[in-house]
Nanobody
Framework: QVHLVESGGGLVQAGGSLRVSCTAP????????MGWFRQAPGKEREFVAG????????YYADSVRGRFTISRDNAENTMYLQMNSLKLEDTAVYYC?????????????????WGQGTQVTVSS
């Protein structure tokens, strides 16, 4: 079983920046594409961004495109989400996810492994 661990969440003012990280210690050869999802209170978990194993292909939700950047360092078994120009509506628990198969998925059920989540709160 692959265990993913997020870090880097916190409180930031609107317009500010924050970077969250996801590490996959241990056996990670089964992970191919990875992604970030978020879930706000009372809402469903939603896709934020995804990245292929090589990092050459990325996808973003319309709501974050141009403000967020996903990246990964396979040598360090780490994925990042750089979040700039943060808005109040970006407040949520952010989850990293990994999948065994090729191709980036935009639905939670596309993914096989999940982290515990990290809280990101944007204040006015």
């Amino acid at each position: 079983q692959v265990h993913l661990v997020e870090s880097g969440g916190g409180l930031v003012q609107a317009g500010g920046s924050l970077r969250v990280s996801c590490t996959a210690p241990g056996r990670t050869f089964s992970i191919s594409a990875m992604g970030w999802f978020r879930q706000a209170p009372g809402k469903e978990r939603e896709f934020v961004a995804g990245i292929s194993w090589s990092g050459d292909t990325t996808y973003y939700a319309d709501s974050v495109r141009g403000r967020f950047t996903i990246s990964r360092d396979n040598a360090e078994n780490t994925m990042y989400l750089q979040m700039n120009s943060l808005k109040l509506e970006d407040t949520a628990v952010y989850y990293c996810a990994g999948k065994r198969g090729a191709g980036i998925g935009a639905r939670p059920d596309n993914y096989d492994y999940w982290g515990q989540g990290t809280q990101v709160t944007v204040s006015s």
